[in-house]
């Protein structure tokens, strides 16, 4: 059987549920993708309060660097996606305090020098992550042959 004999259902228009019905859809299978919500996108979703629209979910802007998953399904569909590479993540302000979250994170490691060890957590990790989202890791002990 062929995917271009399939009929496939996609319970889900999250991200993952989006990619995938893409994907067998770029193969050739009638897809259809069915959403609980009035919207697509999941956790990459957005909400409003008080007239204010918000972004929510940490997949809203990962994954887009070169070799991301994102930039990866972008590639085999042949999407050009509007994205680009932002030079502050957050900007933190209480008062007096102005903090702005870079790649380089020069100002949190000036104001907080000892938070050091949490950041270079953080980047290993990010780095792992990233490496099981390019295609996954064999997870097994040392002593396995």
Not at 3 to 22: H, P, S
Not at 27 to 39: C, F, H, I
Not at 74 to 93: C, F, M, Q
């Amino acid at each position: 059987m062929e995917l271009k004999d399939l009929n496939v259902v996609v319970i889900g228009a999250g991200i993952g549920g989006l990619a995938a019905g893409a994907l067998l859809a770029d193969k050739g299978a009638l897809v259809t993708v069915l959403e609980a919500e009035q919207y697509p996108g999941g956790c990459a979703a957005t909400f409003s309060h008080n007239g204010y629209r918000f972004d929510a979910g940490a997949t809203i802007g990962c994954g887009f660097h070169t070799g991301g998953p994102m930039e990866l399904l972008g590639r085999e569909l042949g999407i050009v996606w509007p994205a680009s590479p932002e030079p502050v993540a957050w900007h933190y302000r209480h008062k007096a305090l102005h903090l702005d979250l870079t790649r380089d994170r020069r100002e949190i490691m000036e104001r907080f020098p000892r938070s050091a060890a949490f950041w270079a957590e953080q980047a290993g990790l990010s780095k792992l992550l990233w490496t099981l989202a390019k295609g996954g890791a064999l997870l097994a002990s040392e002593s396995s042959p």
